[in-house]
T-cell receptor, first 113, second 118 residues
Framework: AQSVTQPDIHITVSEGASLELRCNYS??????LFWYVQSPGQGLQLLLKYFSGDTLVQGIKGFEAEFKRSQSSFNLRKPSVHWSDAAEYFCAVGNNAGNMLTFGGGTRLMVKP | DADVTQTPRNRITKTGKRIMLECSQTKGHDRMYWYRQDPGLGLRLIYYSFDVKDINKGEISDGYSVSRQAQAKFSLSLESAIPNQTALYFC?????????????????FGPGTRLTVL
């Protein structure tokens, strides 16, 4: 069965600092990987996705993620965090049948002024 | 207007009551999903539907039922609500796409319904 682990429940960074959110997945085949962001009171918005090709993928709002097959990881990064990035971030893996996304538990990001 | 809408946005009910949450979409997608979100657990799939005649159980379907009234409408029902069904519920949609295409598996989410069962 597929699974996703986000080891950090909460992360606090200062505005302007760099950010890395960790995601580890378990899936037997080449995964479809996603990062979503949930702002307070909002639904989930897709930041970026990976399913093949270049292992470094660019997304919206200045985010990027790197797929590392050897480490079963898909970490999300941003070089300089803005206060508006404060939100909850979810990593997800999709199966080959295209009928299920499995989400991690989420990482709540707080940004200090 | 939002592409995926959910009604109501908030609902407080009592144990044993029947509750229906509704989802409508204007994206023209065939596939629709219901998830619940609990703190620390992320989102878990309750039911999904790939077209009007196709309904499938997800990871946590016990205590829930669904109805796909039309391509654009997918409702979630709690026949007899219990307190541990207190959660944030999300509807999502996706388009059919061939495997390995860029849009495969990509889901679009509604704003959520916060349900409290007392």
């Amino acid at each position: 069965a597929q699974s996703v682990t986000q080891p950090d429940i909460h992360i606090t960074v200062s505005e302007g600092a760099s950010l890395e959110l960790r995601c580890n997945y378990s899936y037997g085949a080449t995964p479809y990987l996603f990062w979503y962001v949930q702002s307070p009171g909002q639904g989930l918005q897709l930041l970026l996705k990976y399913f093949s090709g270049d292992t470094l993928v660019q997304g919206i709002k200045g985010f990027e993620a790197e797929f590392k097959r050897s480490q079963s990881s898909f970490n999300l990064r941003k070089p300089s965090v803005h206060w508006s990035d404060a939100a909850e971030y979810f990593c997800a893996v999709g199966n080959n049948a295209g009928n299920m996304l499995t989400f991690g538990g989420g990482t709540r990001l707080m940004v200090k002024p | 207007d939002a592409d995926v809408t959910q009604t109501p946005r908030n609902r407080i009910t009592k144990t044993g009551k029947r509750i229906m949450l509704e989802c409508s979409q204007t994206k023209g997608h065939d596939r629709m999903y219901w998830y619940r979100q609990d703190p620390g657990l992320g989102l878990r799939l309750i039911y999904y539907s790939f077209d009007v005649k196709d309904i499938n159980k997800g990871e946590i379907s016990d205590g829930y039922s669904v109805s796909r009234q039309a391509q654009a409408k997918f409702s979630l029902s709690l026949e007899s609500a219990i307190p541990n069904q207190t959660a944030l519920y999300f509807c999502a949609t996706s388009d059919w796409a061939s495997g390995r295409s860029l849009s495969y598996n990509e889901q679009f989410f509604g704003p959520g319904t916060r349900l409290t069962v007392l």
